[in-house]
């Protein structure tokens, strides 16, 4: 889901949290949840980009089919508050959809939108705010939705440096 869109242990972090959840990204790692080390992949990845004036950007893609492979990416506005990383579930409106890694042409990709667009109506639009919790060499996402805690929307994650040529897939 794209709220647990909104990840390779991090020698700096604190053992049980981060006090900036994004320290990683700010030095160019990448959110791999549901990571598989061996075949350095990812069933959704998340990175971030930091503008100037202090906008922050969450740049993710998920798996949406596992085969043939199709993924969406999506660019969505958060901040960090309180030690969460919190924000709108948006952005499916302008995601790009992939297939085996190549984007769709427009008219193919709108009813696609359209379809994911419609199977997460009741939660577009509602703020996620996400904390990182340390557990060994992984972190568990803890989210809540509307300030309500989503234990069905937690999941795992590895942060990995960018360079460490992980993929998104199933």
Same mark, same amino acid.
């Given at each position: $889901?794209?709220?647990?869109?909104?990840? %390779?242990?991090?020698? %700096?972090?604190?053992?049980?949290?981060?006090?900036?959840? !994004?320290?990683?990204?700010?030095? +160019?790692? !990448?959110?791999?949840? +549901? /990571?598989?080390?061996?075949? #350095? =992949?990812?069933? *959704?990845? *998340?990175?971030?980009?930091?503008? /100037? @004036? +202090?906008?922050? !950007?969450?740049?993710?893609?998920?798996?949406?089919?596992?085969?043939?492979?199709? =993924? $969406? #990416?999506?660019?969505?506005?958060? =901040?960090?508050?309180?030690? %969460?990383?919190?924000?709108? !579930?948006? @952005?499916?409106?302008? %995601?790009?959809?992939?297939? #085996? +890694?190549?984007?769709?042409?427009?008219?193919? /990709? *709108?009813? &696609?939108?359209?379809?994911? /667009? &419609?199977? $997460?109506?009741?939660?577009? @639009?509602?703020?996620?705010?996400?904390?990182?919790? #340390?557990? @060994?060499?992984?972190?568990?996402?803890?989210?809540?939705?509307?300030?309500?805690?989503?234990?069905? $929307?937690?999941?795992?994650?590895?942060?990995?440096?960018?360079?460490?040529?992980?993929?998104?897939?199933?």
């Amino acid at each position: $889901m794209l709220g647990v869109i909104l990840a %390779a242990a991090v020698q %700096a972090a604190a053992p049980s949290a981060l006090a900036d959840p !994004l320290a990683p990204a700010r030095i +160019g790692d !990448l959110q791999c949840y +549901g /990571a598989d080390p061996v075949r #350095r =992949t990812c069933r *959704a990845m *998340a990175g971030y980009t930091f503008a /100037a @004036g +202090g906008q922050i !950007l969450n740049q993710a893609e998920v798996v949406l089919q596992a085969s043939p492979v199709v =993924t $969406m #990416r999506t660019v969505s506005p958060v =901040t960090v508050r309180d030690g %969460a990383v919190c924000g709108p !579930l948006s @952005g499916v409106d302008k %995601a790009q959809i992939l297939v #085996r +890694g190549h984007r769709l042409p427009e008219e193919d /990709a *709108a009813p &696609a939108r359209a379809q994911v /667009a &419609a199977s $997460m109506a009741n939660v577009l @639009g509602k703020e996620v705010c996400t904390t990182y919790r #340390r557990s @060994g060499d992984w972190w568990i996402a803890q989210v809540t939705m509307d300030g309500v805690a989503r234990q069905d $929307m937690n999941d795992t994650l590895i942060w990995v440096p960018a360079s460490a040529g992980y993929t998104v897939q199933p």
